[in-house]
DNA sequence: TCTTTATGTAAAGTATACTTTACTTTTGAG
DNA sequence: CTCAAAAGTAAAGTATACTTTACATAAAGA
């Protein structure tokens, strides 16, 4: 699964700090999913749709080898 | 998290087994989220909108208590 | 250069998503 | 009522999301 969260943060001025106080997560979590290194659960995804004012479809991408 | 995947099935005339085979995971797991059990990954949650034409957010819904 | 801020990374531990097998209960058609 | 399909449940195991602590790196400004 690709994701737009680094654009998306750019756009709120956001560091991933920010955004991990705001989605109550740790830093590394969001740096990880950042990365592409896992794939959050659908509540994080929910509330960084929310975070952002925008949906899931917009930041979260499923590619062809998603299970 | 809330959610209407028993009437996103319904709408489609699709069964818990039907649903679990297209998404491919097993029967149980569409069971325990649909009830709550569990939160399923965002790439569950973007295949099931996916095959119900419509979006997460149609889907899954945060509540109060979601961290 | 020195310092600060943001990002990346790693390892160990905990919580939970998901699987498999198998059984029970509910529901609806006939 | 009866039978079959659908839904619910349970337990044990595996995979992975997420946390915490800690350190490394890069960029930018004083």
Known sequence: MKNTIK???AKQN???A????????SRQTINAI???KFTPSTIL???MARIFN???EQ???LEDGDE
Chains 1, 2 share one sequence.
Request: a neutral charge; glycine letters at 4%; hydrophobic letters at 50%.
């Open 18 to 25: 920010d955004l991990a106080e705001k989605a109550k997560v």
């Open 34 to 36: 950042e990365l592409g």
């Open 54 to 56: 925008t949906t899931v």
């Open 14 to 16: 956001m560091t991933q």
């Open 7 to 9: 654009v998306e943060r």
């Open 59 to 61: 930041i979260f991408f």
């Open 45 to 47: 995804a929910l509330k």
